[in-house]
């Protein structure tokens, strides 16, 4: 009922960027959260970045300054823009979304497929 579909990742050389970018589809959707969470091999899943609906923002103390989430009501879309890429900030990158859908606003959590990041040094 609800999809969210991760796209814009890539290799990069260290010191580059790329933009991620999570939309949403779904019948009368709007989205009331999002994190942004990435898998490196033989790691956890970490979150990087999070947003609610009101604006507020938080980072991991690893991507802060380099990392600025945002996004886009009109088009259900939550952007990743990622600056001054490091070796180490090579994951699977996930979105995560609370969103609110149907006539009755029912509420959902729901996963990307994800979207690979490799950033070569």
Same mark, same amino acid.
């Given at each position: 009922q609800v999809q969210l579909v991760e796209s814009g990742g890539g290799l990069v %050389? &260290?010191? =580059?960027?790329? *933009?991620?970018?999570? /939309?949403a589809s779904g019948s009368m959707l709007s989205i009331n959260a999002v994190g942004w969470?990435? %898998? &490196?091999? =033989?790691?956890? *899943?970490?979150?990087? /970045?999070?947003?609610?609906n009101v604006g507020s923002t938080n980072y991991a103390d690893s991507v802060k300054g380099r990392f600025t989430i945002s996004r886009d009501n009109?088009?259900?879309?939550?952007?990743l823009q990622m600056i001054n890429l490091k070796p180490e900030d090579t994951a699977?990158?996930?979105?995560?979304?609370?969103?609110?859908?149907?006539f009755?606003?029912?509420?959902?959590?729901?996963?990307?497929?994800?979207?690979?990041?490799?950033v070569s040094s």
């Open positions: %050389q &260290a010191g =580059g960027s790329l *933009r991620l970018s999570c /939309a969470y990435r %898998q &490196a091999p =033989g790691k956890q *899943r970490e979150l990087v /970045a999070n947003i609610i009109a088009k259900n879309t939550v952007y699977v990158y996930y979105c995560n979304a609370e969103v609110s859908y149907g009755s606003r029912r509420v959902a959590n729901v996963w990307g497929q994800g979207t690979q990041v490799t």
